[in-house]
Structure formats: C-alpha cells, structure tokens
C-alpha cells in the first residue's frame, strides 16, 4: 500500500515539476470557442471546457497548486502548532492553561465553516485559504507538540543541559525537538490528504483560486455548471481523489512504520529469519 | 454511580458554556478584525452610492459601536434566547436555525446509521480475513471513503443515479407537486411514518438515499480503519487464544471477545465522523439542492452574514460538544471499568 502511494505521490510531484512540458497546449490562454465541449480524443485527452481550453493541460497545472498549498497549509500548522505547544507544554503553569484553552476555543469551531468566514472574510485567493486551513489545523499539532514536549522535558539529558545552563531557548530548540520531530512530522503526512481535501473544497465553493487559474476544486464546479459534459469535472476530481489516496497510502505507511504494533513483516523478512533459525538448529 | 455521572455531566455540561462563549467570541473577532466592509458586502452598489441609506444600517446593527460594547450587546441578547436578525434573510437566526435544522438532522442520522453499519461491519471482515482478497477490497473502499473529494463524489454519484440512470431524483427533499408537508417535525420521513402516508415515505425517502450515502461514505471509511485496526489488536490478546482453546467457535469470539474490546476507539472515531459529517454536510447539501444547515452556513459565511454566521457556528460547535458527551457517557455503558471522575 506504502509503495502504491509513493509512486502515485510520485508521479503527481513529477507532473507539477515538469507540467510546462507535458502539458501540450497553455492551460490559461489557449482558449477557442469553435472547440469548447470537445469530448476527450486524440489531441484532447481529457477534452475542453466551456472556453476550449484543453482539461488536460489544465489538471497538469492544478498539480502544482493543489501541491503547494497543502504543503504549506500542514508546514504551517506544524510550525505553529509546535511553537505554541511546545512553549506551553515546557512553561507549564498559567502559560500552558492559557494557550491550551485558546487552541480548545478554536477547535471547538466548526472547521469548515471557521475556513468558509476567513476565506470570504479576507476575499477568496490562494493565500488566504492556506491561512483560513492553517488557522483552523494548527491546534492538532499543539495539543500533540504540548503532550510530547511534557514527556521529553522530564528526562536526564535535559535536566543535564538545564544544570549546565543552556538558555530555554536552546533546550527546547537542541534538547527537546529532536526528539518531538518525528511524530510532529508523521502527523503531517497523514494530514496531507485532508489539506488538499480541504483546499480543493474551498476552491470548488469560489472561497480558494479565482478562475482563470487551474485548480481542481474550481475546474469541478465549472463542471457543475455544464452539467451534461461530463468530463470537465470527472478528470479534475479523480485527479484530487488520486493525489489525497496517495497522501493517505503513504501517511498509513509511515505511521505503521513508527508504531511497532502495527508494522507488518516483509515476507523476505520472515524467510531470512526461518533460514537464520534453521541454520542455528543445524549448527547445533 | 448515578451520582458520579450527574456531577461529571453538569461538570461538562459547564465546560461546554465556556467552549461556547469561546466561539462566540472567535467570530466576534473574526467580524472585526478582518479589512472587509459588512456594508459593501451587504449592500448593493446603488445604496453605497447613497449615504443615508448607508448610515441607517450602521445604526440598525450598531456597527459605529466599540468592538466590546458590541459583543456585550450580542451576548446580552443572546441569553435571552436572540440570535440577532440574518442580515441576508432578514428573519431572526434563530428560526432560520429551526427551519433548516430538521432536514439536517435526518440527513446526518441516516448518513451516520449507513456509516456505523456498514463501517463496523466492513472493519470486522477485514480483519477477519487479514491480508486476504476480500480485505483488500474492502480496505481499497474504506481509503476511498476518506480520500474522495466529497463534492466532486456528489457530483458523480448525482450524474449517474439520477442523470443517466433517473433512478433517484435529482435534489430537494421531495417532489413538491406531489407533497407539501406542513407542520409536523419536519423530519419528512418521520412525518410520513406518523401519518401513515406510504406514498409520501418512498418519496421522501427516494431523495434521502443518495446524499445520505454519499455523505456517510467519509465516516464510513473512518469507522472501518478504526474497526479494523482495533479489532486486529484485540485478537492478537490472551483472551482470545483462551476462548479459542476452550472451543468456542471463531464467530463467537470475534463478535462477544474481540469486537467487545475494540469498541472504545470505534466509538470515538464515529463521534469523529459524526463532526466530519457536519463539514461534508456543506457540500453535498449544496450539490443535492438539500435545504438544511449547511446549506445555510454557506450562504451565510460567503455573504459575510456575521449574526447568522455566529448562530450557526454556536450551533454546530454546541451540537459538535454535545455528540462528545454523549461519547464520553457510551464509554461507560460499553466498559463498566470506566468510571466518572
């Protein structure tokens, strides 16, 4: 399943990189009406929409955007999130009271409808619902930033930095979050999938990128509205159902790979340790 | 016992009150902090023109008022059971509210039903039969449940079902030329079974199955992980190993041993979900023309409709916290080790 999803992760990082070369016609400006609504076939793989521009070109292109933004949406969060976690689960005391109970009064807020006011409130661009997704994702990442700055802070190795006088600066930074970067860093792979998710739904409601622009989400509601071709909104979505599958593979893989409980034996594995064993016997 | 639990519920019961000013007090700045003018996007560009026209709604939503005087005004009216006025319907939020919610509520029941049955049902086969065909399959249905986009899936199932096969109707709760249900719950199928009307049912119904489904696909997904994973863990425990040397069939000790013991975290993912259900809700409500709450916190949210938006948000967060107290309360009935503290 991992590997699944590395390779379609793969395959969509490559399309972004490389979309002003695949793509065979301008996703924006290559626009014809005498060949709107053109079903997909040779020259049109995944055929026209309403202003004849080639779908194909344009999913290519949405790659890059889909991409980006849920990258930064989940790095944001993450880097937010772990620095008020981290600085209220190390102060403790009134400091953790107060910044927990804000993360909770955020996320006590319905969370689309908390993106849908910030989006529409701040006008509907890309940046702005990666602020809108940022804002309402960051407390996820407090709350675990928080748990785990409280159980790495009671070890030797920082009481032995503490003693030495190292600033709090430097344990929290040199101590302490090395320690907490791993889990930080599996929760945001598996938030990825949600992220584009999130990002394209806002798009399709007209809260995200503004048309021309190509993105999924918005290419699916112009679909919506040529309801009867069906393909303007067919590619577009399975190319979001495609990438947020891919993030969702490679995100269970990587959790399963630091939670032992889960991880599953290579059956390369299994017949190395049988031959190991067999051999141990004969020698014997 | 008894007592225990009444002390933790009005304990929470607290809690949530505070939450709720919490979100009150989100949107309130929201409201005011962002640059965006609840004038220029409420009023059209003739009336902008003309200052009176202007001026007057300053004053009718006291907006030349000072961001705190304003919040305690809102607060005021709001422990009196006033939501404020939609600035977009012009009705008071809260009988927005009312009309919309029952065509909500029996959209996320069912959806929710479908998911918990189907969730649990499709997680304990998986693990069941681990790494086998049927597992793959369904674990294939279970990432799809949470990866698909859920507005383009309305979008699809929509085009299928009811544009190329016509097998449900198109949107809407009902065929308005055929049924005009007043009074009542408002819950149409409910209504239906109450008035005995079996025509109306399979109507209502036949427009209820596919966003229900579609909306319930999501947390379905989520339930079957949960459940599988759980469930694995849990057969891998002494206990099971015992029940199985003692004879008991396979069927038996899944169901009494091992899903028994792999509730707890299914319970809490489907409250999860229920609160997952709730976002969703706006899409496919917009797509299945379906007029509940999501419906309405779209509207309200892209029009900048501050009162409205702050009535929807209060209710969907106290819907959101009440649905979590109600697990909290399950985890009790589901392991009597747990007790209320």
């Known amino acids: 399943m991992f590997k699944i999803g590395a390779a379609i992760c793969a395959l969509w990082l490559a399309a972004a990189f490389l979309a002003g070369v695949l793509a065979p016609f301008d996703p924006i400006k290559d626009q014809n009406?005498?060949?709107?609504?053109?079903?997909?076939?040779?020259?049109?793989?995944?055929?026209?929409?309403?202003?004849?521009?080639?779908?194909?070109?344009?999913?290519?292109?949405?790659?890059?955007?889909?991409?980006?933004?849920?990258?930064?949406?989940?790095?944001?969060?993450?880097?937010?999130?772990m620095a008020i976690g981290g600085i209220a689960g190390y102060a403790g005391g009134i400091v953790d009271d107060l910044m927990m109970r804000f993360s909770e009064m955020v996320q006590s807020f319905p969370p689309l409808i908390l993106a849908m006011v910030i989006a529409a409130a701040l006008g509907p661009n890309i940046s702005n619902s990666v602020l809108a997704m940022a804002i309402i994702w960051w407390p996820n990442y407090a709350r675990l930033a928080r748990s785990l700055v409280i159980s790495i802070k009671e070890n030797d190795y920082v009481s032995a930095s503490k003693i030495l006088g190292a600033s709090h600066y430097r344990i929290l930074v040199k101590e302490i979050l090395p320690g907490a970067i791993g889990p930080m860093l599996v929760m945001c792979t598996l938030d990825l999938g949600n992220a584009i998710l999130m990002f394209s739904g806002l798009s399709f409601l007209g809260l995200g990128v503004q048309p021309p622009t190509p993105e999924w989400g918005a290419m699916v509601s112009d679909g919506v509205?040529?309801?009867?071709?069906?393909?303007?909104?067919?590619?577009?979505?399975?190319?979001?159902f495609s990438v947020a599958i891919g993030a969702n593979f490679v995100g269970d893989g990587i959790r399963d790979y630091f939670d032992p409980k889960m991880r599953r034996e290579d059956w390369r594995e299994t017949r190395k340790r049988k031959k190991e064993k067999k051999n141990e016997e004969d020698n014997i | 016992m008894c007592l225990a639990l009444a002390r933790f519920i009005v304990r929470r019961l607290f809690l949530m009150a505070a939450l709720l000013l919490g979100v009150s007090l989100v949107?309130?700045?929201?409201?005011?902090?962002?640059?965006?003018?609840?004038?220029?996007?409420?009023?059209?560009?003739?009336?902008?023109?003309?200052?009176?026209?202007?001026?007057?709604?300053?004053?009718?939503?006291?907006?030349?008022?000072?961001?705190?005087?304003?919040?305690?005004?809102?607060?005021?009216?709001?422990?009196?059971?006033?939501?404020?006025?939609?600035?977009?319907?012009?009705?008071p939020v809260l009988d927005d509210l009312l009309h919309y919610f029952p065509a909500t509520l029996e959209l996320s029941v069912f959806a929710m039903v479908v998911a918990v049955i189907l969730g649990i049902l499709f997680g304990v086969l998986s693990a069941v039969f681990k790494d086998q065909p049927l597992d793959l399959a369904l674990r294939t249905i279970s990432v799809s449940g949470v990866s698909l986009p859920s507005f383009w899936f309305s979008l699809?199932?929509?085009?299928?079902?009811?544009?190329?096969?016509?097998w449900f109707p198109s949107g809407g709760r009902i065929n308005p030329r055929l049924f005009n249900p007043t009074g009542g719950t408002g819950i149409y199928t409910l209504d239906a079974i109450m008035w005995g009307n079996w025509g109306m049912f399979a109507d209502s119904f036949r427009h209820l199955v596919l966003p229900g489904l579609v909306l319930g696909f999501f947390t379905m997904g989520l339930i079957a992980r949960q459940t599988r994973s759980n469930l694995?863990?849990?057969?891998?425990?002494?206990?099971?190993?015992?029940?199985?040397?003692?004879?008991?069939?396979?069927?038996?000790?899944?169901?009494?041993?091992?899903?028994?013991?792999?509730?707890?975290?299914?319970?809490?993912?489907?409250?999860?979900?229920?609160?997952?259900?709730?976002?969703?809700?706006?899409?496919?409500?917009?797509?299945?023309?379906?007029?509940?709450?999501?419906?309405?916190?779209?509207?309200?949210?892209?029009?900048?409709?501050?009162?409205?938006?702050?009535?929807?948000?209060?209710?969907?967060?106290?819907?959101?916290?009440?649905?979590?107290?109600?697990?909290?309360?399950?985890?009790?009935?589901?392991?009597?080790?747990?007790?209320?503290?």
């Open chain 1, 33 to 81: 009406v005498n060949r709107r609504f053109t079903p997909p076939n040779k020259t049109h793989w995944f055929g026209t929409d309403s202003l004849g521009r080639d779908v194909f070109s344009r999913v290519l292109f949405g790659s890059r955007l889909s991409i980006a933004a849920s990258l930064a949406t989940a790095l944001v969060s993450l880097f937010v999130g």
């Open chain 1, 225 to 240: 509205l040529n309801f009867n071709y069906w393909w303007i909104s067919t590619f577009p979505g399975l190319a979001i």
């Open chain 2, 27 to 91: 949107v309130f700045l929201i409201s005011h902090l962002v640059p965006s003018n609840p004038v220029a996007a409420n009023l059209s560009q003739t009336a902008m023109n003309n200052p009176d026209t202007v001026a007057a709604y300053i004053a009718k939503w006291g907006l030349d008022k000072p961001v705190h005087e304003q919040y305690l005004l809102y607060m005021r009216n709001l422990l009196k059971g006033d939501f404020g006025t939609s600035i977009r319907t012009g009705r």
């Open chain 2, 156 to 166: 699809l199932i929509m085009s299928v079902f009811c544009g190329k096969l016509k």
């Open chain 2, 232 to 341: 694995l863990e849990a057969m891998s425990m002494d206990y099971i190993r015992t029940a199985r040397s003692k004879g008991m069939g396979e069927r038996r000790v899944v169901a009494r041993h091992a899903l028994n013991n792999a509730l707890i975290p299914i319970i809490t993912v489907s409250g999860m979900g229920f609160c997952n259900l709730l976002g969703g809700m706006v899409f496919v409500e917009k797509i299945f023309s379906w007029p509940g709450i999501g419906q309405y916190a779209y509207l309200s949210a892209t029009t900048l409709d501050f009162p409205a938006i702050c009535g929807v948000s209060l209710f969907i967060a106290s819907t959101y916290l009440a649905i979590n107290l109600f697990i909290d309360i399950m985890y009790g009935v589901v392991d009597p080790r747990i007790r209320y503290q």
